[in-house]
């Protein structure tokens, strides 16, 4: 195996291993007292203060106030 196709195939492996970390799960607390499973991780958007996740149960793209928020924390998977 020649040094080109090694650092493509490192890269690729890198790559990989970088995008299967970013796809945890994440468990959000809400300030009422739920919790609430996502698929991936919420993106956080500072402009509105709201936080956009895919819920793990339902499959579907939800969105909440940060200030209903008062905890975020990874799972292990």
Do not use: F
């Not at 300030?31 to 499973?37: L, S, Y």
């Not at 819920?55 to 200030?67: F, L, P, S, V, Y």
């Amino acid at each position: 195996m020649n040094m080109k196709s090694l650092s493509t195939v490192a890269l690729l492996v890198i790559s990989l291993g970088t995008l299967a970390g970013c796809a945890a799960n994440q468990s959000i607390k809400t300030t009422d007292g739920r919790t609430i499973v996502t698929d991936g991780k919420p993106q956080i958007d500072n402009d509105t203060g709201l936080v956009s996740y895919k819920d793990a149960q339902t499959g579907k793209e939800e969105q909440i106030n940060r200030n209903q928020i008062s905890n975020m924390s990874e799972l292990d998977n």
